[in-house]
């Protein structure tokens, strides 16, 4: 009788022990950032940067967000700049500073049947990351740019590290579509 006793004190006392940890140390999972705008700067090697922008102030909310259709130039090469921001706080928050902070767990796609991306930075182990590119258009014509950050991609997978999104894994950040004309 008195090992069961001895037992049963020494069991409460250590989930007494052991839940008293867990609530000192919790386990705080990775917040999703709340991404109110971005903004894609293209700057030809001559003339005037153009941006695509996309503004959504309220997030998931009622209000429709606006984005813009810029005109590229045919046969040009760009300069492309990601930036993104949350405006709903004041002063607006730099969610592109937290990408680069931690480019090992994001990665930005771009699809377009109109335009070509290279990327034109890496993260620490040498992986594309998509703040910077090189966007080079072809002939004339109208159709969409897509841009999608992904959070924790699989950047080994096969033909994920030159943009291929089919086999990145990973859960979707954002996601924005713009209409372009190239003339």
Request: aromatic content about 6%; some cysteine; hydrophobic content about 30%.
């Amino acid at each position: 009788m008195k090992t069961k006793k001895s037992l049963l004190t020494s069991l409460a006392l250590a989930a007494l022990i052991f839940s008293s940890c867990e609530k000192d140390n919790p386990v705080i999972p990775n917040e999703e950032e709340l991404i109110t705008t971005v903004k894609y700067t293209l700057t030809p090697t001559e003339g005037e940067a153009v941006t695509l922008s996309f503004i959504d102030l309220d997030g998931d909310g009622a209000g429709e967000p606006t984005k813009n259709q810029v005109t590229l130039k045919a046969n040009q090469t760009y300069t492309g700049s990601l930036e993104l921001l949350n405006e709903s706080e004041t002063p607006a928050e730099s969610i592109t500073e937290e990408i680069e902070e931690e480019s090992e767990e994001h990665q930005f796609f771009f699809e377009s049947e109109l335009v070509s991306f290279e990327y034109k930075d890496n993260d620490a182990d040498g992986d594309p990351v998509g703040l910077n590119t090189l966007l080079t258009t072809g002939e004339a014509g109208t159709g969409t740019i897509k841009i999608t950050l992904r959070h924790e991609p699989n950047k080994s997978a096969e033909g994920v590290s030159s943009g291929n999104i089919t086999n990145a894994g990973g859960e979707t950040d954002i996601e924005v579509t713009f209409n372009i004309h190239v003339e």
